[in-house]
T-cell receptor
Framework: NAGVTQTPKFRVLKTGQSMTLLCAQDMNHEYMYWYRQDPGMGLRLIHYSVGEGTTAKGEVPDGYNVSRLKKQNFLLGLESAAPSQTSVYFCASNKDRGVGELFFGEGSRLTVL | AQKVTQAQTEISVVEKEDVTLDCVYE???????LFWYKQPPSGELVFLIR??????QNEISGRYSWNFQKSTSSFNFTITASQVVDSAVYFC?????????????FGGGTRVLVKP
């Protein structure tokens, strides 16, 4: 059971570089989310998607872009990385409109120097 | 705006002691959902429980129990007879019931350290 898979697991970037985090889920879930986790602040929602081809802003969207071209994939992009984006990023998904359990990936640790 | 506060940042107990984690939330919604997640040292997030705002029954699952009190906007979590494997960060989270999807607002987390 793969569930929610994130790649890469670790990445170090220099300020100004760009990168993309990939989230893939094999559960045919409609909804997908990107969160970031910072010490003492819990997880904060960056962007989310309610279906293929749709995206919406969450609580902390600035500096990030997302795309959901395929139902199973949700990409998070950093066009010009900043040290403030050093964090652990979690992707999650859930099945339908109902407020059910979120299934989380294992996280991707990003360091921006 | 929604807000979840976990006032305890870290709790240290000796094995077999009970430990209670506090969670206080703020929301203007009449329908909402509350969650607890566990994050062990390995880093993944493990779902523990979901409770909707219309169900104030307390729940027990093995050594875990939850006390939902709408009057005080609290959803506290108790681990009875703690074990070393309970060492983790625990997050309380809140979701609006009316919105599409499940946009969780998380508390800052409480780190529980269970010493043998």
């Amino acid at each position: 059971n793969a569930g929610v898979t994130q790649t890469p697991k670790f990445r170090v970037l220099k300020t100004g570089q760009s990168m993309t985090l990939l989230c893939a889920q094999d559960m045919n879930h409609e909804y997908m989310y990107w969160y970031r986790q910072d010490p003492g602040m819990g997880l904060r929602l960056i962007h989310y998607s309610v279906g293929e081809g749709t995206t919406a802003k969450g609580e902390v969207p600035d500096g990030y872009n997302v795309s959901r071209l395929k139902k199973q994939n949700f990409l998070l992009g950093l066009e010009s990385a900043a040290p403030s984006q050093t964090s652990v990023y979690f992707c999650a998904s859930n099945k339908d409109r109902g407020v059910g359990e979120l299934f989380f990936g294992e996280g991707s640790r990003l360091t921006v120097l | 705006a929604q807000k979840v506060t976990q006032a305890q940042t870290e709790i240290s107990v000796v094995e077999k002691e009970d430990v209670t984690l506090d969670c206080v939330y703020e929301t203007r919604d009449t329908t909402y959902y509350l969650f607890w997640y566990k994050q062990p040292p390995s880093g993944e997030l493990v779902f523990l429980i979901r409770r909707n705002s219309f169900d104030e029954q307390n729940e027990i699952s093995g050594r875990y129990s939850w006390n939902f009190q709408k009057s005080t906007s609290s959803f506290n979590f108790t681990i009875t007879a703690s074990q070393v494997v309970d060492s983790a960060v625990y997050f309380c989270a809140l979701s609006p019931g009316s919105a599409a999807g499940n946009k969780l607002t998380f508390g800052g987390g409480t780190r529980v350290l269970v010493k043998p």
